[in-house]
C-alpha cells in the first residue's frame, strides 16, 4: 500500500472519517474532527474511503464500486483452494494450535517446520515443502537445538540438512509483535513486528510458526476488537508473502475442562480459518470426570474449526524418541533406517551414473545445478526429497564413494561430482 501523506482524508470502520496528522513506518496518527480525538492507528486498517458520505473518493471522483458479473466466472478456471498440510492447515492464511503447557504444541510445530524444510510428512500427513521460519519466545536456542536434533534423527537426516529452516529466538526478551496504542483498542505495530515484515519478504518462507500468542500479542485476549486487530494483521502478511502462518496458544481453565481449547474472546476462533487443538488422552474417573491419564505418551490432535475441511477429525499421535508419531506408526527400526539410507545411497548412485552419462554435470555445493536438487526434481529418485539426497550424498562423501573433480579449460575452471575410481580400475 501507498504510504499514507500528511493531511490526506482516511476512513476508519470505528472511528469513520478522519485526516492523517502524521505517519511513521505502519503507526498512522489521525485526528478523527467528528469525534474530537486523535488516534495513532496502524496503516492497514485505514483506508482511502474518506468524503464517502458525499460519495467522492479523496481525489474528488465519484466512488464506484466494483462488482464482478457472476457470469464472466464461467471463463475462469476454478481457483484451487491451497493447503500447506491438506485438510488441515489451509495456506496464504492463520491457523491457530492450541493445547495447554507442556502437552507438546511446541515440538508439535517444531515438526512441522523441520517437514516444512525437509520435505517430509508430518505425522502422516503431507506437508508443502518449502522455506520456514519459527519465531520462538518460550524456549531458548539450546532447547531448540535438543529438540531439532532429535527431529531431525527421527527422519533419518541430520541437522546440516536444515538450510531451508531459519529460528529467531526470543525467550526472555520483549517479544510483543502488537500492542494497544495507550487507553484504546487500536493496535500498534512494533519494530519487532517491522523486523519479521522484512524477514519475511527476504526469506520468503513457505510457513511462518509463531509460539506463542502470550508471548507476542500485547493486548487483552477478552477484547474482541484488539483479537481481531491481532490475526488480520497477521493475515495481512500471510496474504501479502504468499506465506501460511501458524499461532501457537494457550487455551483457558473453561476452554480446557468444555474440550474446546478456547481462549478470551471468541474473537480469537471467529478470525482463524482454521484452529486445532492438542490434548493428553485423558479417561473418566469415578466420578464422570476426565481426569486420569492413562497413557502419558498418548495425544490427541482435534480440528476444531476449518472453514474449508471437515470439522471434528481426530488424529492420536505418540511421542517417540523426542518426537511425535502417528499411533500406528513410529520410528524406524535401525534395520528400517539402514535399509533407507542404503536405498537413498544407490539412487544419488545411479542419478549421478546417469547424468554424468549424458554430460550433465552436478555440483557439491548450493547452486543451480546443487545435486539433491536436481536429483529431488528427477522422477528416477522415487520421491525423496532434497534432504533425503543430501544426506545420501554426504554419507557417499564419507565413504570416499563420489569425490569432486576439476574440468574445463584452464582459463575456467568448474567443478563436479563424480564417481571416485575403483582402485586398479580404470580412470575414464
Not at 520462538?136 to 531448540?144: C, K, N, R, T
Not at 492438542?278 to 466420578?287: I, N, S, T
Not at 518426537?323 to 544407490?346: I, N, R
Not at 552436478?362 to 534432504?387: C, E, I, M, Q, W
Amino acid at each position: 500500500m501507498t504510504p499514507f501523506t500528511l493531511d490526506e482524508p482516511v476512513y476508519h470502520d470505528r472511528f469513520g472519517d478522519g485526516v492523517v496528522r502524521s505517519s511513521t513506518g505502519h503507526n498512522v496518527e489521525v485526528e478523527f474532527p467528528g469525534l474530537g480525538i486523535t488516534k495513532t492507528i496502524l496503516s492497514a486498517f485505514l483506508s482511502r474511503r474518506a468524503l464517502k458520505a458525499l460519495g467522492r473518493a479523496p481525489d474528488g471522483k465519484p466512488v464506484e464500486l466494483n462488482t464482478v458479473c457472476g457470469a464472466e466466472l464461467h471463463a475462469r478456471p476454478i481457483p484451487v483452494r491451497e493447503f500447506h498440510v491438506p485438510g488441515l492447515i489451509p495456506a496464504r492464511t492463520v491457523t491457530m494450535i492450541g493445547g495447554d503447557g507442556g502437552v507438546g504444541k511446541s515440538l508439535l510445530a517444531k515438526q512441522l517446520a523441520c517437514s516444512t524444510a525437509l520435505g517430509c510428512e508430518w505425522i502422516g500427513h503431507q506437508v508443502e515443502p518449502g522455506r520456514a521460519l519459527y519465531l520462538s519466545a518460550e524456549d531458548d536456542l539450546d532447547e531448540v537445538h535438543r529438540r531439532l536434533a532429535d527431529i531431525v534423527r527421527g527422519y533419518g537426516c541430520e541437522l546440516r540438512d536444515l538450510s531451508d529452516l531459519r529460528i529467531a529466538p526470543l525467550a526472555g526478551e520483549d517479544a510483543v509483535l502488537a500492542a494497544p496504542a495507550g487507553r484504546t483498542n487500536i493496535l500498534t505495530a512494533t519494530p519487532l513486528w517491522q523486523a519479521l515484515e522484512t524477514m519475511v519478504a527476504d526469506f520468503r518462507p513457505r510457513l511462518v510458526v509463531l509460539d506463542t500468542l502470550a508471548d507476542l500479542f500485547g493486548g487483552q485476549e477478552n477484547e474482541r476488537i484488539q483479537a481481531r486487530q491481532f490475526i488480520g494483521l497477521l493475515r495481512g502478511l500471510a496474504i501479502k508473502q504468499d506465506t501460511t502462518i501458524v499461532l501457537l496458544a494457550h487455551p483457558s481453565q473453561s476452554g480446557m475442562a468444555s474440550g474446546s481449547g478456547t481462549s478470551g474472546s471468541t474473537s480469537w476462533n471467529n478470525s482463524v480459518r482454521s484452529r486445532l487443538y492438542l490434548e493428553r488422552a485423558l479417561l473418566a474417573d469415578e466420578r464422570g470426570r476426565m481426569a486420569i491419564e492413562a497413557d502419558p505418551d498418548l495425544r490427541i490432535l482435534s480440528t476444531k474449526k476449518a472453514n474449508y475441511a471437515n470439522v471434528g477429525g481426530q488424529f492420536r499421535v505418540r511421542w517417540r524418541e523426542g518426537m511425535f508419531w502417528p499411533e500406528d506408526a513410529g520410528p524406524s527400526t535401525a534395520f528400517d533406517k539402514a535399509s533407507s539410507a542404503l536405498q537413498a545411497d544407490y539412487t544419488f548412485m545411479s542419478l549421478l551414473a546417469d547424468y554424468t552419462q549424458q554430460g550433465r554435470h552436478v555440483s557439491a555445493t548450493p547452486s543451480a545445478n546443487f545435486a539433491p536438487s536436481v536429483f529431488a526434481k528427477d522422477p528416477a529418485s522415487r520421491g525423496l526429497s532434497k534432504a533425503v539426497l543430501a544426506a545420501a550424498m554426504n554419507r557417499l562423501f564419507t565413504l570416499n564413494r563420489i569425490t569432486v573433480e576439476e574440468f574445463g579449460p584452464l582459463s575456467r575452471r568448474l567443478k563436479r561430482i563424480v564417481q571416485t575410481p575403483s582402485e586398479g580400475g580404470d580412470d575414464d
